[in-house]
């Protein structure tokens, strides 16, 4: 019997960039820039498809490449951008802002045990998920005592996090165009 190694396109930057820009554009509401009505409809377009959907497939791949850390990212957070679309369109009037900000933090709590989980891997990544724990608790926090200066904070903590993600993305695909470290990781030895 002949033993084939696959050779695999990396799914990370896909569900990376997924991450990033629908971070991004609802950090943009979040953080104060824009209301809810100026950007919520194409924040919900995003977050179900390159939010969701991308994610999710891009976990799947990370699933193949026996990737435990990237499946549970990309599948959990793309599952986070589906529920977060499913309830503003139908369930936000009829849940209190306390709730609101319990599940935010739930996410914050996932958040950290993800976080702990990098800090084997590239600076970089420990970097995004330290900055989207702290994006969630503010949400969070802010959303559960309907304080918009807290919302705000965590707004902006979460440009800093798409950022990160759209940098982590961006490494992956010019350092494997080039064949060598163009953008570092923060590579742990």
């Given at each position: 019997m002949t033993t084939t190694k696959e050779n695999l396109a990396n799914p990370g930057p896909v569900g990376l960039c997924g991450f990033a820009l629908t971070t991004w554009l609802l950090s943009l509401i979040n953080g104060g820039f824009f209301t809810a009505q100026e950007g919520v409809?194409?924040?919900?377009?995003?977050?179900?498809?390159?939010?969701?959907?991308?994610?999710?497939?891009?976990?799947?791949?990370?699933?193949?490449?026996?990737?435990?850390?990237?499946?549970?990212?990309?599948?959990?957070?793309?599952?986070?951008?589906?529920t977060w679309a499913l309830f503003i369109i139908f369930f936000k009037g009829e849940t209190a802002p306390a709730f609101i900000g319990w599940y935010l933090c739930a996410w914050g709590m996932f958040s950290l045990m993800m976080f702990v989980a990098t800090l084997t891997k590239p600076k970089v990544l420990s970097g995004i998920f330290f900055f989207l724990t702290l994006t969630f608790f503010a949400l969070g926090i802010g959303d559960g005592m309907e304080?918009?200066?807290?919302?705000?904070?965590?707004?902006?903590?979460?440009?800093?996090?798409?950022l990160g993600a759209f940098y982590l993305a961006a490494a992956e695909v010019i350092n494997e165009s080039f064949g060598k470290t163009v953008l570092p990781v923060g590579e742990r030895k």
């Open positions: 409809g194409l924040v919900l377009s995003m977050a179900l498809a390159f939010g969701g959907i991308a994610q999710v497939i891009a976990g799947m791949f990370e699933f193949k490449k026996g990737n435990t850390f990237g499946f549970t990212a990309f599948i959990s957070y793309g599952a986070f951008w589906w304080n918009h200066s807290i919302v705000h904070i965590g707004g902006c903590l979460g440009l800093v996090t798409a």
